[in-house]
Every structure is written in C-alpha cells, then in structure tokens.
C-alpha cells in the first residue's frame, strides 16, 4: 500500500493531513456492533473470527478514520494462564479465581499466543484480507501491570488495594508474575504482527494509579521487555494508559515509538515533557463528543493549533469512546480533523 | 496558643518539624469510629454537634497529628438547596432529585450556612473548646464543580458525563448553577472561619476529571471565588483535587495559600510546577500505608528528601485515608514524619 499516514505519523514523518482512529471505535455508541452483541456475548465475538472482523470494520466503512484496531479485549489471555475469567453483564470482567498468593503466581501457566488467542490471530488475518491496501491494522494488549491488576483485584477496581498491596508486601512474587505476564504478553503482541497487524498498541490503563517511583520500579522493566518485543517485529508501538501526567518525562524510557496522553493535560505541554523522541496520540475528551457539535469543533481545533502541525501527531480520544456517544459528532470529528489540519499545511 | 507547626507551613514559614494530618483521619479504619458508626448513621453523626466533635477527636487522641478537622460531609449542604440527598449502604451518596434542567438550576434555594449547617458550625465550636491550645482545627467545603457534579449525576459517577454534557450544552443555566453554589459555598466556608475554623480545605475532589481549559473557563473563576471569601476571614486556604498533575501550573490561580497534590507525581516535580508562591501538602500513596513498614518509611523519606526541609510543606497522604487501613503504620507514619524531619533540620 502507499504507506499510511498514520504509519507515517508513528515515525514522526510528515503527512498530507492529520491521521486519526478513536480508542474502542468499534463499540456500544454504533448501533451495527449492538445489533451483533444482541445475538453474541463479548466473549463469543471475540473468539468467533469472522464476528470480530465484521465489527472491527464497522467504524471503517461508517467513518473517515485511519487505521483500523482488531476487536478483542484485553483480558482472556488470562485464561490460558488459568484464570477463570467471566464478562459479568452490568458489572463488567469478573476473575472467578485471583491471585491472591505467591503459590497462585507459581501456578499460572504461560502459553504462546496460538495457544492462548489463536482466534484474534485468525481475526487479524481476516481483517487484513478485507482491508487490503485502504489503512493499517492496529494490535493490542494489556500491559503487564494492567493485566496484574485485573488478575489480583478480580476485576475493576476502585483504589486498587490488593494488587498495591501485593506488591509491596510480596516483592518476590510480583516479580515472579510480571516476569510471567511479560512472556504471554511478548508472545501475544509478536503474534499479532506475525498474523498481520501493522502496529501495535499497549494498554497500560491502570499504570496511573501508581506513584512514579513505584511504577519505575514495579512496572517500567516490564513495560520496556513487551515494547521491545513488540518492535523486534518492525512495527511500530504505542504506549498509553491514563492518569499518568505526573509521570510524563518517564514514559520514553518505555521505548514505545508513540505515547498516548490523556484529555487532562495540554497536548502541547504533555509533549514538551515527553520530549522530542516519541510521537504523540491524543487527546479530546471523550465525554466532550456529547457537546453541541461547536463545542466538539473548538476542542478539536486547539488540540491541531496545539500540536502547530508538528510531524508525530496520532489525533485520538484522551480514552475509549464511551457508550451513548453520538454517532454523528463521530463522523464530523473524523472529517473536521483531516480538513482541517490539511488547510492548516497548506496555509503554512 | 503558640503559633502551631501546621499554620506556620501554611504560610511557609520554618518549624521544628513537619506538619502531619490526613484528610479522613477521622474515618473507617479506626475501631473508635465504627464503634460510633455501628449506632449512627453518617446523616446522624454529622447532624449531631456533639457525635461529630467525638469522632474529630478520635485520631487527635490517638496519633500525633498537627491538625484536626471538623468531621463533616461536602454534600449536606446541597439539602438546604432543595436536593434529596441519601447515603446509601454500600452505594455511598445519592441525589433522588438530580439537576437535569436550566429550570431545576432556577429552583435551588441558596440558604446562609447558618440555616443550612448549624450543626456542622456547633460542632466547630465544641471541638474548638475541646482542643484548646494544643492544635489548630480545619473546616471545610466541597469546590462548586464537585458540588455540581453530585448534584447532576446524582452521585458518584465513573465518566461525569451528564456533569460535563450539561456544561458544554447549556452554559448559561451551568454559570447560573455554579453562582448559586459559590454563594452557598462562600457563606458556609466564611460561617466555619467564624466559628472557630483555623484554617479551611476546599475539596475540588472531581475536578481531575476536566480538561484545563474546561476547567480554566467553566471552573476556576467559581474556584477563586470560595477561596478569596474564604481568606477574606483571615485564615489559610488549601484548595485539594487529584488528578490535576496535567494542570498544576493553573492551581496558584486558584488563590489559595496551599495546594493539596496527589501521589500520581514527584512532590518535588510539582512544587516546581506550582511555583515558589503557594505551600504543598501531600502526597503518599494511601494504599503505600497497606505495606509492611519499612516500605512506608521508605516512601515517607523520599517525600520529604524531595521537600528538602523547604518551608511551606504540611504531609498528608495524596488522598483521603482508606477503610481497612492498618491503624499501628498511621501511628507510625505521624512520630516518622516529626522525628525524621526535626533530624534534618538539625542535620542542616
């Protein structure tokens, strides 16, 4: 294909107009993933190939977006490991059996992904047929600490006291399953490339509730043993979680070509402590897509003036698309972003 | 009484050794506090001048903390404004008649403190006559945008989308509101000072949910308002929110003498952010006080390595203190913090 803007965009080259995707753009807000997820649970879409397929192409042919992003889920590569996981309606992932001792970290299992995903494997090659040379394919996983998360909390959590509390309390252990988690994680994201995904991104969506020095030493060597795995491939990787504007100067070392950044910050600002080095995704308020469709406008205009058409930038939500978004301020967003910062080029 | 640690940081001025409190001292992980709960309920206890001045006691007899503050809740307030607020087991607050409309905003009473919270101003007066000389007693109010925000979302809310959807689509009915709550929010802040507050804390608790120039324009002016009626009595004010390391230069502007910041940053880091013009309080982790000892001492060092022995820091945790906590580390953490920080003054 002609390389992508948004491939170019990951390598901080310049491009004809802003690229942009949203994080979970194929989701509960269309109404052609709800007419499906009327028929099939979360966890049958995703392990039936051709389902997640036709809803990882639902928000391509309904809008002008970049890059396409797999329909999987982040969390049942935890199965394979042994964990007994369920998507509770309502209440959302639940982990039957967490980790709540040394002995459970000895006992998780650590499969290759065409052991443990070989279903998104075959979703990925799929999708890569149907798209052919229109846009790229992004892959994704938790991260490490992310997925530790979920696997001692058992589930969501709100101040995140147990797997806190785990790792200050049995340091060995932690290490033990990080060195686990990053092994299934490594696997799954070279998986990924290997079945056809152009780029890949890690969610970190839970690195924020740590302080900055626990997360240098808790976290971070993890972070950096998956990114590099994932490169090792020759695709480029994106690094995000949210809550992090405390920690931005730390987020390079992660070696990610690109960093996510939240809504909560100046796009600006948040790459002047990123530095120079990583290109950057972001960052609208998801919630700021419910405004009137002026309100969308102004915010998405600032982010391009912000940014000042500086090669590297990934237009994106600061977070997923949130159930209930208007489909229509979607597809003007995606339209407006590319006019938009195509004039801005043009107008130098 | 001879001017205390704990107001001397406030204004950044030397002490001895550094100040200590922590915001729910008074709360769940103490046996006394349950004892009083098993009895009463959290409408009840706040409602009754003479259970609220036990409970505020309750840690300043048990620990060696630099500063009380007044058992109370940032919601009652919103009853008097004509709101049907609930708390209820195991949800935590609720509004039965939430803000959905500009004519809801038009029909919210905005009553004197005196009216509103008579209770919460005796059980002032109680502790103050309590405590004497031995240590400054703090009051406090809920920031007008977090007020807003339980009273439109109707209580704790994971994406605030119904808060923030109501501020961008109907701005004037939003000015409306927030006026309204400033003034509730002025009155009983200036009304604590009055009876006998020492200092005041305004929880912004949901402001880190904001976009900075959402909260510049639709936020702050509201912000300064509460904290300059508030110094208007001659007490210090520390304005507290979490999340908001993305947006800590605009803090100072909030006027207040302190700023409370959470654990998701080096303090060091955002000190230099904030400026040389306000004092810090913060920031462990309140999960860090789960972990064995030596790994709260380590933490607390670090925190005041990166303080310095810089007059104008007060410690506290990053937020507020978590049922289940175990009660010997807080003892602990309080001598920790004075003993360590008199050492390195003498140190030098």
Redesign the interface.
Known sequence: MTESRFLRACRREPVDATPIWLMRQAGRYMPEYRAVRARYSMLDVIRTPELACEITLQPINAFELDAAIIFADILPVLIGMGLDLEFVKGEGPVINNPITSPADVDALRTPSAEENAPYTLEAIRLVRRELGDRIPLIGFSGAPFTLASYAIEGGGSK???EV??FM??EPDAWHRLMDKLTAVVSSYLVAQAGAGAQALQVFDSWA???????FREYVLPYAQRVVAAAQSTGVPVIYFGT?????LPLLPETGADVIGV?????ID??WAQLGAGVAVQGNL????L???WA?VER?AD?ILRRVGGRPGHIFNL?HGI?P?TPVENVKRLAEYVHERSANREKDG
Not at 262 to 266: A, E, N, Q, T, Y
Not at 285 to 288: F, H, N, T
């Open positions: 101040n995140h006291v806190k509390s200050l309390s924020g509730v740590l302080a900055p020095d626990d809550d992090l504007n405390g920690m939240d809504w909560r910050i100046g600002h948040a308020d998801p919630v700021a419910f405004g009137p309100e915010r600032d600061g949130l209930h």
